[in-house]
């Protein structure tokens, strides 16, 4: 996700539109697969500010992953807004008041890429878990029947393991 800053680079005070769209794999993320259904877009403005290039853009996606209860394919759409300061390598080191150097973002050349700040951003905005509904019920902790398609004849056994001892006390 490359955006040519070459005619900006020079002129302070320039800016230009953008948007960008890419066909990304599939994210692993703690455990989870984030499959994307159809291609991630990125639109935003890139604006010279003196030394930094500031990109101001929102990422749109559509995602597919398992409900966090049921284990069900749940899609979501999901819009991450970012703003990100970015820095030319031939500027590194010079007297930048004002400005937290460590937030900047460091590129080369003409091009700034901006999969890293969009992939971060992207997991910023994510919900904790998806789910496939409000009211889903999950999979039983017992034989792991979908409680959503149909009820098991499980007993669900509901014993601290630390009261175990109290339990045979009582059967005798």
Known sequence: MLIDVTKIKKI???AFPFKLEAQWPPLELQGETLSFKGPLTVEG?????????????TVSVTLQRPCGRCLEPVTQSL???FSEEYLHVSEKGQDLAGTDEEKLVIFEGNNIDLAPQVRENLLLELPMSGLCRQDCRGLCPVCGQNLNVRECDCQPVNIDPRLQVLEKFLKS
Do not use: E, F, S, Y
């Not at 403005?45 to 853009?57: F, H, K, P, Q, S």
């Open 12 to 14: 302070a005070g320039k």
């Open 45 to 57: 403005t890139a604006t010279n500010t003196g030394r930094i290039i500031l990109v101001d853009g």
């Open 79 to 81: 819009q991450a807004p």
